[in-house]
């Protein structure tokens, strides 16, 4: 540690999607990069425990059972029985290992420096790296890239901080076997035949949706009565009745009290869990996911060293170059908060490396965010809510489409699902879509090209789409707000101007 | 007979999807309607024997074959050997009758009146119908909407022709069981082991693929050497790489010049059939398709009669309305040929009807028309290849993304697809989109969005995508194209105007 340490022009804290995008980025201009990330696994939440295990689980909970096949085929392809966990995070492994041996791959090519460990600042130029020895790493096959163990410390010119978030853990529950967070979740040994699930918010709502799919049983407690309100309420509403017909259970405006393990019935066994709730009720159930918020991943950086600014919530207060306070740091992806998307925390991350090296074409997060809900069914999001038109105070008309007018929803069994598009009065400029239903989160980029190409109704209603397939709703539900404009607000197709 | 035939504003002969938008427009509109279809199963082609069956069976074939699964869920998930083909089809008639039955409402919604029947033209403005017996009927079921028995004359203002097309059946095929063309393969029994293909067009390669995905071997015969010329180049050469790689061998530059069925080598079981190809090559195959082309459904209308002009193959001519020479007559869909798409006829029939009753407000088949074929890897496309933007001498720059480096590709185990995007120099307006993969043809819709609204690759940049999405590989291939015309034509990032 006598020696002086090696100088980059770019040191990434965090080697999730923020990290990584940060890292080729600055790779991509010529830079000299060194990456810190204290997992062993590159990805981050985004690829290891969030992100892509959650939708690769949901893949083939939703083969493996069956729900897209069943009275489809004439053949039965419901759940098997002798179906082991083992087998269900089977894909899921060779997923998250082969993005990870991709992302190991992208940097050396790119000849960035890795550092396994855990990163503090020593001044505003100067972070220290206590690496991680190998015999902890948590997989072991991935500690081959570690380096050896012991402390050192590298300056950077610019630092970019992307360290993500952790679930929030209340004290109440005892965490463990049988008792998890949306981090350890995967850890799992059996399916359980019951699981309760607090906090209905995105993670919440998609693991108890591909649980039940699964067969398991679920409880889905929330203080709220609204699922996800940031939906469209419409939607919202829709959701709730699929996912009670797929057997989930809500318990709404609940929240836990107590969580009790019950002694096993056979010694030896894994014992049960009793959770109490604010109404008084208990729910007795073999496993418990508590899914009740994030926060951001800065305790251990020493920030108050450098004198970078903390926000609510400990979240890093940025500008819309993703700049601190201190401006050769910047910081991107959850660990400055909302909204906290493997997509926007990429972008994120482009933007403040291109701003550190004067290359800054675009600023801030985009300001149309799609969002896609991987429950089941799926949902898409892009653009205005018919709420928030209304606050507003946006004449708009809306028009629908369901899968069940379609061919191919009908040839991929989704009868419920439907599409929804919100235009502007008297344009019909497209201000919204929102989606129910199979292939949702990337259907609903279609409409996202239009409302960032102000397009709207007549682009649809003129163009034709592939037969049979989803976007061919777009066509159908453009038509029908057309049919809609001209019965409640006197505007005739031949005058619609977008 | 001897009444005055009954008068509507419009008549239009074929129920396929052409007729019925024709139908459903001009209900919209508040006219009066008579549609005389010779099938008792409305939908035409497109629900029955064309475009959705095929993809009702392909997405039947590819779930129970376990193509999407195999190596992906740790569980057998590979053919069924019990299955039967009874069990393939049954998805297939689900769906079929589920359309037929949603179009029968339609049409009954819109006090459409329906005549099943051959049409022919009696003056230019009467139609003479010889309705068909309900025993004769295709569907016993759907035979109760079927009028009496008998001859009757009605009179249109205004008459639609679309009647479709039919497949060429060349003489030297021994049509019956055993030997078949796309309009009756379903009719097929048991589930071939080896099977010959003849023409490999859209049809011939769709059913290729998903005999091949049903565990058939597949021989597939062209007299060409390319695969769809009209697809990019490079899409058509990784198309059959794949295709090869799913057991399909093919013949190139072959004719068909024989096809002769063997005696059965049991007595009572179906014999084989020996194809003698022009190279002089035998294959002897359990089953036979022939697709080699398609032609207009015009002979028994009695045009001569009326004066309506027929152009070469059959095809009626019109104009950029829909209208024939005579002015009150218009033909639309298969009937008056390319390009002959579902998606294409539909708009076609609502763009006539429109401008039939003065309120047109397009004209034309859309200019920008995306196509999607249904192989196992699917393809969409829209736009120019780069053959078309060479031969234009327009300057362009491609950008690619590969579905093994898009967590969503990884996801569902499609690791040879890829999108590539061709943008014009030197503002990066994007010019086509060419994909090859899975949901390929509802992916490209987001490419026929950006094309239409005259965007580029800029916009793709600036924005987020869900995660983990295929609409997410625009962004990258979108960026890839921007380095790739910083390095070859020396535009930098930032000057890129679209």
Chains 1, 2 share one sequence.
Not at 78 to 83: D, K
Not at 150 to 160: A, H, K, T, V
Not at 481 to 489: D, F, G, K, Y
Request: proline share 4%.
């Amino acid at each position: 540690m006598s020696h002086e340490p090696k100088t980059y022009d770019l040191i990434v804290i965090g080697g999730g999607p923020a990290g990584l995008n940060g890292v080729t980025t600055a790779c991509i201009l010529g830079k000299s990069v060194a990456l810190v990330d204290r997992h062993h696994e590159l990805g981050g939440a985004g690829a290891n425990t969030g992100t892509v295990p959650s939708k690769t689980l949901r893949e083939t909970a939703v083969a493996l059972s069956g729900l897209r096949s069943r009275d489809l085929y004439g053949v039965d392809l419901s759940i098997r029985r002798e179906a082991t966990v083992s087998d269900f995070l089977r894909h899921e492994r060779t997923v998250k290992s082969g993005l990870n041996a991709m992302f190991a791959q992208q940097l050396d090519a790119f000849h960035a420096e890795v550092f396994f460990g855990d990163a503090s600042f020593v001044d505003p130029h100067t972070v220290h790296v206590r690496t991680i020895p190998k015999s902890q790493a948590q997989d072991q096959h991935k500690a081959d890239a570690a380096r050896d163990n012991g402390e050192l410390s590298i300056r950077g010119e610019n630092i970019l901080i992307a360290t993500g978030s952790s679930p929030v853990r209340p004290a109440m529950f005892p965490y463990g076997p049988g008792v998890y967070d949306s981090d350890t979740l995967l850890d799992l040994v059996n399916l359980p035949r019951t699981m309760a699930v607090v906090g209905a918010g995105t993670i919440g709502s998609e693991y108890a949706c591909t649980f039940a799919a699964l067969g398991t049983k679920v409880y889905l407690i929330d203080s709220r009565d609204v699922l996800m309100s940031f939906l469209d309420s419409e939607i919202s509403r829709a959701l709730v009745t699929e996912m009670e017909r797929n057997g989930i259970v809500f318990h709404w405006k609940e929240r836990a009290v107590s969580c009790t393990m019950n002694e096993p019935a056979v010694p030896g066994n894994p014992g049960q869990f009793t959770l109490k709730l604010s109404s008084g009720q208990e729910l007795t159930v073999d496993e418990v996911l508590v899914s009740v918020g994030r926060h951001s991943n800065t305790e251990s950086l020493n920030l108050p060293a450098v004198g970078v600014r903390i926000g609510g919530h400990g979240l890093i207060s940025v500008d819309s170059s993703f700049q601190t306070n201190v401006p050769h740091i910047y910081a991107a992806g959850d660990v400055i908060g909302f909204p906290a998307l493997a997509s926007t925390s990429m972008e994120q991350a482009r933007r403040a490396v291109r701003h550190a090296f004067g290359m800054g074409v675009y600023t801030g997060t985009p300001q149309l965010l799609p969002h896609g809900i991987w429950t089941i069914p799926e949902i898409g999001m892009v653009g205005e809510t018919e709420d928030s038109l209304k606050a507003k105070g946006i004449a708009y008309v809306a028009g629908r489409a369901s899968y069940a007018d379609n061919a191919r929803g009908r040839i991929c069994g989704d009868t419920h699902g439907f599409l929804k598009l919100l235009f502007r009065l008297p344009d019909l400029e497209l201000l919204g879509a929102h989606i129910m239903g199979e292939q949702a989160t990337d259907v609903v980029h279609i409409g996202m090209m239009a409302i960032l190409a102000q397009a709207g109704a007549r682009m649809f209603d003129e163009t034709c789409f592939n037969l049979p397939t989803l976007g061919a709703l777009y066509k159908m539900a453009a038509f029908d707000a057309m049919l809609n404009a001209e019965r409640t607000a006197g505007i005739p197709a031949a005058h619609v101007l977008k």
